[in-house]
């Protein structure tokens, strides 16, 4: 059986220049110069990863199923993924790679 996708996205994130995971609410989350750009946990009785996105992209992914506008930070981009309902693991690391990109300095995303 294939690891669960909670532990292996983490990773990803976790890989990301300048990156550091700490514990935020309760809940681990993933910063870079001090700014959260993805977290992961539960979320009424789900396991879910949280990253925020362009809003326009935002409104576009929502519409595949087991992604909603988070409902703390939705108004801002951020997304709620619920990973029993993911089958394209590649389009969940572009997104934090985008919630990265949009958060962390020009000098973190100079060395991708």
């Known amino acids: 059986m294939p690891a669960r996708p909670l532990t292996r996205r983490p990773k990803m994130a976790r890989a990301l220049p300048d ?3 700490t ?3 309760g809940k681990p989350r993933f910063r870079v ?3 959260i750009f993805c977290g992961y946990g539960e979320e009424d009785g789900a396991t879910v990863i949280g990253c925020t996105l362009e809003k326009k992209h935002a409104l576009k992914v929502v519409k595949r199923p087991g992604l909603i506008l988070s409902p703390f930070g939705g ?3 951020w997304i709620s ?4 309902h993911i089958e394209d693991w590649e ?3 572009d997104c934090i790679l985008e919630s990265y990109t949009l ?3 020009k000098r973190s ?3 991708l």
């Open 19 to 21: 990156t550091e995971e």
């Open 23 to 25: 514990e935020t609410w």
């Open 33 to 35: 110069n001090n700014k």
């Open 75 to 77: 108004k801002h981009g």
């Open 81 to 84: 993924i619920d990973v029993e």
């Open 91 to 93: 389009g969940i690391n």
């Open 103 to 105: 958060t962390a300095p």
């Open 109 to 111: 995303i100079a060395k």
